[in-house]
């Protein structure tokens, strides 16, 4: 049945080779079968099509990976490593308009189609020429960027325009946006239109300026002494920000399914998953309010003894860390640190 299927999908995108495809469903149709044409083994890993789809894009190994699952299974398995063709390869977050780098971080992908711009365009029966307008398909994932740290970023760097308008699309070309040649941006978006947002949220990209294991302090310490914008953002901060992204790249490692990222808040409660957490952790049970486990789990046990320790400090005992109990705790010895990303299990 599933080669029936197959032919059939040869045969309708045949049909439309032609002609300028401008229906979302009729793109996707004909993507699919580039892609399953191109990767065979794709189907020895996962019943095509997926249902849940992770992004991840490792920038200065110049990389992308697509992590996906079908319905049967539990958990995502990395279905396929890309080359990326154009972007900015080079450690540290965009901070401003104009400065033609690529963001750093999580997003959520939007689907967007047509545009007067060529390198939008793509024909489906030639993927290895450059886009031209009007000629094929234009159809692109644009993310959301910025979100609110990367707001933050900018302000606390004395910039006042963020920028915007990254997106992943083909025909490398960038001052920004992740863009492969058309070949490989073909997956990229067959994978990422099959995600079922109804049951995982809007599909995931997690771009980070490289891989966190692969580096020693020293190196990092470098890269962000390099950083373009290191006047204006301290190394320090910068390599706080990778620490929150690196903690996150490993806990998907790790859950191996997206993940709730939270990005519009600066403090801490229950269920949250943050390194920070266990310096909490640390200090409480310095302090002799705490006797567990010291992991970056935000559980029921750490809520409790931050309530002991808010009610002997005359805080609000709401088991939430907030800006006065990090201010009191700071002040009693507690290590200082910025809320960057938060991280939860979906």
């Given at each position: 049945m599933k080669k029936i299927i197959l032919l059939f999908t040869l045969f309708y995108s045949a049909c439309l080779f032609s002609q300028n495809i401008t229906k979302a469903?009729?793109?996707?149709?004909?993507?699919?079968?580039?892609?399953?044409?191109?990767?065979?083994?794709?189907?020895k890993k996962i019943s095509y099509p997926p249902d849940c789809t992770v992004i991840r894009v490792f920038k200065q190994e110049r990389e992308c990976e697509i992590w996906s699952k079908d319905a049967k299974q539990d958990s995502l398995s990395l279905i396929l490593t890309l080359p990326i063709c154009s972007m900015d390869f080079e450690p540290g977050p965009k901070l401003k308009e104009g400065d033609s780098k690529t963001p750093e971080g999580f997003y959520y992908g939007n689907f967007a189609y047509y545009s007067s711009n060529w390198f939008m365009w793509m024909d489906l029966n030639n993927i290895g020429q450059s886009g031209e307008v009007g000629k094929g398909s234009a159809f692109?994932?644009?993310?959301?960027?910025?979100?609110?740290?990367d707001q933050r970023h900018t302000s606390t760097a004395g910039f006042s325009n963020t920028g915007g308008a990254i997106c992943v699309h083909g025909n490398c070309v960038s001052i920004g946006c992740v863009s492969f040649q058309n070949k490989n941006f073909i997956p990229v978006y067959a994978f990422s239109r099959h995600h079922d947002s109804s049951k995982y949220g809007k599909i995931q990209y997690h771009i980070f300026p490289f891989r966190s294991a692969d580096k020693s302090e020293n190196e990092i310490t470098e890269y962000s002494e390099n950083y373009m914008h290191h006047k204006k953002y301290s190394p320090d901060k910068l390599r706080s920000f990778w620490k929150n992204l690196a903690f996150g790249e490993k806990l998907f490692?790790?859950?191996?399914?997206p993940l709730s990222v939270v990005?519009?808040?600066?403090?801490?409660?229950?269920?949250?998953?943050?390194?920070?957490?266990?310096?909490?952790?640390?200090?409480?049970?310095?302090?002799?309010?705490?006797?567990?486990?010291?992991?970056?789990?935000?559980?029921?046990?750490?809520?409790?003894?931050?309530?002991?320790?808010?009610?002997?400090?005359?805080l609000t005992?709401?088991?939430?860390?907030?800006s006065n109990t990090l201010n009191k705790m700071r002040k009693?010895?507690?290590?200082?640190?910025?809320?960057?990303?938060?991280?939860?299990?979906m």
């Open positions: 469903s009729d793109i996707l149709t004909l993507v699919d079968s580039i892609t399953l044409k191109n990767h065979p083994n794709i189907e692109r994932i644009c993310l959301n960027y910025p979100n609110q740290i490692d790790k859950y191996k399914m990005t519009n808040r600066r403090y801490l409660q229950v269920d949250d998953l943050s390194e920070n957490i266990k310096k909490i952790k640390e200090f409480l049970k310095e302090k002799g309010y705490y006797s567990s486990d010291i992991d970056c789990i935000f559980d029921s046990v750490l809520k409790s003894a931050l309530m002991q320790y808010q009610r002997d400090n005359d005992a709401d088991g939430v860390i907030g009693d010895g507690l290590e200082k640190f910025s809320i960057e990303y938060i991280y939860r299990k």
